[in-house]
């Protein structure tokens, strides 16, 4: 039997006459990934601080572990772990001083050993942390956030300005916290991410919630289907491929035809070779969240974000 450790019932948030959070609900399962996606301004981060007891809501109710928010913030806070956005730490701390300063303000806490090596940081235990690459700094952000031995652990676009190696490292942390049993609330505006590392994922655009469920579930529903890309086509392998597909479409000088059947590849390949079609190459691409969100906005995911 699937355990909700967070149920959250028409939650909204105003700040005078905007309103951020726009009426959501949800559930978080225990030991889960839940990733709330969306571009910045979307809603995403007054949801979490809400939840983590941070900031109030309008309306709406929230439990955490089947406590009230607004009953039982003491309680929670030492049942939960948060890694917000822009985190910093001391500069002047080691690694190790760092995570032994942050679980000192509580009375049970983990050891810093543990959590080094939790997050694969032994060999920079006793390097000063502004000397840390972003990456790094991320995971001591990690480690400090799991100094309690939270249930439940909040962290607030945790790759954000980081570089695709360091970014893949985070990934790897976050993996080794869910092994452990840990349950993962993860906002993010990266796509990959998100389908990468989520057990279920909620879409986030002008405040609500727009489609929910796993990546899989969620790209199966609001997606196109495997497309085969015919690059450099242009009209000569556009009005070829009409004979064998209803579902061809012209952008640019690429053509994208619709893989409903298996036969579809053969048959494409087939008729460009007969025919003597030029094309570059041929990409086959099934539907991402990317396109998800396209299909359901009618833009892309980095299009008219604010901060």
Request: charged share 30%.
């Given at each position: 039997?699937?355990?909700?450790?967070?149920?959250?019932?028409?939650?909204?948030?105003?700040?005078?006459?905007?309103?951020?959070?726009?009426?959501?609900?949800?559930?978080?399962?225990?030991?889960?990934?839940?990733?709330?996606?969306?571009?910045?301004?979307?809603?995403?981060?007054?949801?979490?601080?809400?939840i983590e007891c941070l900031k109030t809501k309008t309306s709406g109710e929230v439990s955490i572990l089947g406590?009230?928010?607004?009953?039982?913030?003491?309680?929670?806070?030492?049942?939960?772990?948060?890694?917000?956005?822009?985190?910093?730490?001391?500069?002047?701390?080691?690694?190790?001083?760092?995570?032994?300063?942050?679980?000192?303000?509580?009375?049970?806490?983990?050891?810093?050993?543990?959590?080094?090596?939790?997050?694969?940081?032994?060999?920079?235990?006793?390097?000063?942390?502004?000397?840390?690459?972003?990456?790094?700094?991320?995971?001591?952000?990690?480690?400090?956030?799991?100094?309690?031995?939270?249930?439940?652990?909040?962290?607030?676009?945790?790759?954000?300005?980081?570089?695709?190696?360091?970014?893949?490292?985070?990934?790897?942390?976050?993996?080794?916290?869910?092994?452990?049993?840990?349950?993962?609330?993860?906002?993010?505006?990266?796509?990959?991410?998100?389908?990468?590392?989520?057990?279920?994922?909620?879409?986030?655009?002008?405040?609500?919630?727009?489609?929910?469920?796993?990546?899989?579930?969620?790209?199966?529903?609001?997606?196109?289907?495997?497309?085969?890309?015919?690059?450099?086509?242009?009209?000569?392998?556009?009005?070829?491929?009409?004979?064998?597909?209803?579902?061809?479409?012209?952008?640019?000088?690429?053509?994208?035809?619709?893989?409903?059947?298996?036969?579809?590849?053969?048959?494409?390949?087939?008729?460009?070779?007969?025919?003597?079609?030029?094309?570059?190459?041929?990409?086959?691409?099934?539907?991402?969240?990317?396109?998800?969100?396209?299909?359901?906005?009618?833009?892309?995911?980095?299009?008219?974000?604010?901060?």
């Open positions: 039997m699937v355990e909700s450790v967070i149920t959250v019932s028409k939650l909204v948030k105003k700040y005078g006459d905007f309103t951020a959070v726009d009426g959501i609900d949800f559930e978080v399962h225990r030991g889960e990934v839940f990733s709330i996606l969306g571009p910045n301004g979307a809603g995403k981060t007054t949801t979490v601080e809400i406590m009230d928010i607004g009953r039982a913030t003491r309680d929670i806070k030492k049942r939960i772990g948060v890694l917000p956005q822009d985190f910093n730490a001391f500069d002047l701390l080691t690694v190790k001083e760092n995570i032994e300063y942050f679980g000192g303000m509580f009375r049970e806490h983990l050891p810093a050993e543990d959590l080094i090596t939790l997050v694969d940081l032994k060999d920079k235990r006793d390097e000063y942390f502004k000397n840390l690459s972003g990456g790094l700094k991320q995971r001591v952000g990690v480690a400090i956030s799991m100094v309690n031995d939270p249930d439940i652990i909040f962290l607030d676009e945790p790759t954000t300005g980081l570089d695709p190696k360091a970014r893949r490292e985070v990934w790897e942390v976050v993996k080794g916290l869910k092994e452990k049993g840990k349950t993962i609330i993860l906002t993010t505006h990266y796509m990959e991410e998100a389908e990468v590392l989520s057990d279920r994922v909620a879409i986030m655009d002008g405040g609500r919630f727009i489609a929910i469920g796993s990546p899989k579930d969620i790209i199966d529903r609001y997606g196109t289907g495997t497309v085969l890309m015919v690059r450099g086509g242009g009209a000569s392998a556009y009005e070829k491929l009409k004979t064998i597909s209803s579902r061809v479409e012209r952008k640019g000088e690429d053509v994208v035809v619709r893989v409903d059947r298996k036969e579809v590849l053969p048959e494409v390949v087939k008729v460009l070779e007969s025919s003597g079609s030029f094309y570059e190459e041929l990409q086959l691409r099934r539907s991402t969240l990317e396109d998800v969100f396209l299909s359901l906005t009618g833009r892309r995911l980095g299009e008219g974000e604010v901060d």
